[in-house]
């Protein structure tokens, strides 16, 4: 690789860069002394336009096409998941910046807005790391970022508790992912990716292996919060300031996510798939039967994961009378879902002998990482907008409990309105996009996995997304059903109403037509 293509692979990167510097020199070098709001509206502009930079930047490196996305040799990695998974963070933190136009928690706007864009930076490095080192760097980046944000608000001890909490977590999650990566490059010898699988497969399991998994799932449990990798959740949600409560849940999400596909697949068998333009048929299927033992065990863990998160997370959800703290327990279960369809693709059981079975079961691996993609990027969109709308409630009543919500249809309907079309697609109810990102999701975990345990799974989480109507409802009673204690109406600012009517806009269109998004992720994969 040369300079040339460094570049051009970092250009996305680059642009939120000079963004984030650009929005420095402008507030505190010009905007020192102008009117708060003015500041917070050129800082957030100025942030939307880097995001725009960048998304022009992705289009510049030809994303769409047959990339498999995992190039040997390569830091980092353009085209298929990647290119999907940027593309969401973009336009989320796009969207986090129009919301923080309302804000007032801070007055040191330009630095928020700039650490917003560099953990974003961070989040586009991990979508496209395929190096151990590389993946390293760039959660540290999105993590300080997201540190920093989350004690923004000085004023409010809820604040520093939320941030010191955060941190905490944060350093001993560091910790057990650089031990896992630790024992993989002792493994191996390698912190290339592609490189790392060659040699799994090639040395064949080791004990070692699955101590190495177990940390860098706890590690990467931390940043999806997975239960018991969770703690640290409810805290950050309700203290943090609610433009980066939403970019937590939603931009971190996206970005861990895809890296746990990242590493999922490239480290058992759904990666051996690039090997068959280099085997024959039946040295493939020797190696797949020989490996499929440790996928079988890597799922497991996976599976007890997912369980676990969506068991604590609906059941605490129930007792919340804090909307923040119910939307961080609800994010821990949708987390158990994902990580339900993050697992399916680690081993490959019953694989017959014929070239067109292997290619028939990449389908359904295929099938089964759009569904995960299609779920975190609507997860994220729907979240943003429910952080959205707590927000303005919150400044209105000053508190962000259920009570907060009294007679919300009264006093100011079209906000109603959006909230009422957010939760009930985070409940997964038809026909909004939250429905039919689970129904992908569950139909993929049953067609990618036979056997009783995913069987058992799918049907446990769609027990307890049954479970999770209610205490969505709970709210949405009392925005609708019980009369108001006070009636005066809640006003918000023009771009903030317009951003969440976009966003529950586009949630009833992406569910009344769900092959537009499908459709367009299946763009960045060759058709096979």
């Not at 040339?4 to 070098?29: C, H, Q, S, Y």
């Not at 918000?492 to 499908?518: D, N, S, Y």
């Amino acid at each position: 690789m040369n300079y040339a293509d460094l570049f051009r692979v970092t250009l996305p990167e680059t642009a939120l860069e000079v963004a984030a510097l650009l929005v420095l020199v402008v507030d505190l070098g010009f905007l020192r002394k102008a009117a708060l709001k003015l500041r917070v509206t050129v800082a957030a502009l100025l942030g939307v336009t880097g995001c725009g930079a960048a998304l022009w930047a992705l289009q510049a490196q030809c994303v769409h096409g047959p990339s498999f996305d995992y190039t040997l040799g390569l830091l980092l990695a353009t085209g298929g998941l990647t290119a999907v998974a940027q593309i969401g963070i973009l336009v989320l933190t796009a969207l986090t910046l129009l919301l923080l136009i309302d804000s007032v928690f801070t007055r040191h706007v330009g630095e928020f807005v700039a650490v917003v864009l560099m953990a974003a930076t961070g989040g586009l490095i991990i979508a496209g790391a395929r190096d151990l080192l590389v993946i390293f760097v760039g959660l540290e980046l999105l993590s300080l970022g997201l540190y920093i944000m989350t004690a923004f608000a000085k004023t409010s001890g809820k604040s520093a508790e939320a941030a010191l909490k955060y941190y905490l977590f944060g350093g001993m999650s560091a910790a057990f992912l650089l031990f896992g990566f630790s024992y993989i490059y002792g493994l191996t010898g390698s912190t290339n990716l592609p490189d790392i699988q060659d040699a799994i497969f090639n040395q064949g399991p080791s004990p070692l292996l699955y101590v190495a998994w177990i940390l860098v799932v706890a590690g990467l449990g931390f940043k999806v919060a997975a239960v018991p990798f969770h703690l640290w959740a409810p805290d950050t949600y309700e203290g943090a300031p609610a433009p980066a409560a939403a970019f937590i849940a939603s931009v971190s999400k996206v970005a861990s996510f895809a890296l746990l596909l990242t590493v999922g697949r490239l480290l058992t068998v759904y990666g051996l798939f690039r090997w068959t333009y280099n085997m024959s048929t039946s040295d493939l299927v020797a190696q797949l039967h020989r490996y499929d033992a440790v996928g079988v065990r890597l799922e497991g863990m996976l599976f007890a994961v997912a369980a676990a998160s969506m068991i604590a997370g609906n059941l605490t959800a129930l007792a919340q009378t804090s909307v923040r703290r119910l939307l961080a327990y609800s994010a821990i279960a949708h987390a158990g879902y994902i990580i339900l369809g993050v697992s399916t693709g680690q081993h490959l059981t019953g694989m017959p002998g014929e070239m067109e079975s292997l290619l028939s079961s990449w389908r359904y691996l295929i099938a089964s990482q759009n569904a995960v993609l299609y779920y975190i990027l609507t997860y994220g969109l729907t979240t943003i907008g429910a952080f959205g709308v707590v927000d303005v409630v919150q400044r209105a009543t000053g508190s962000d409990k259920l009570d907060a919500f009294l007679g919300l249809h009264k006093r100011n309907p079209v906000l109603a309105a959006v909230l009422l079309v957010l939760f009930l697609s985070l409940a997964g109810i038809p026909p909004l996009v939250g429905f039919w990102a689970k129904f992908n999701l569950f139909a993929a975990v049953l067609g990618v996995s036979a056997g009783p345990v995913p069987f058992t799974l799918v049907a446990l989480a769609v027990a307890f997304s049954a479970v999770s109507l209610y205490y969505y409802l709970q709210v949405l009673k009392r925005a609708y059903v019980m009369p108001a204690v006070d009636e005066t109406p809640i006003q918000a600012h023009p771009v903030t109403m317009a951003v969440l009517v976009a966003i529950a806009a586009a949630v009833v269109v992406l569910g009344c037509f769900p092959a537009l998004l499908q459709n367009w992720i299946q763009s960045f994969y060759p058709v096979l």
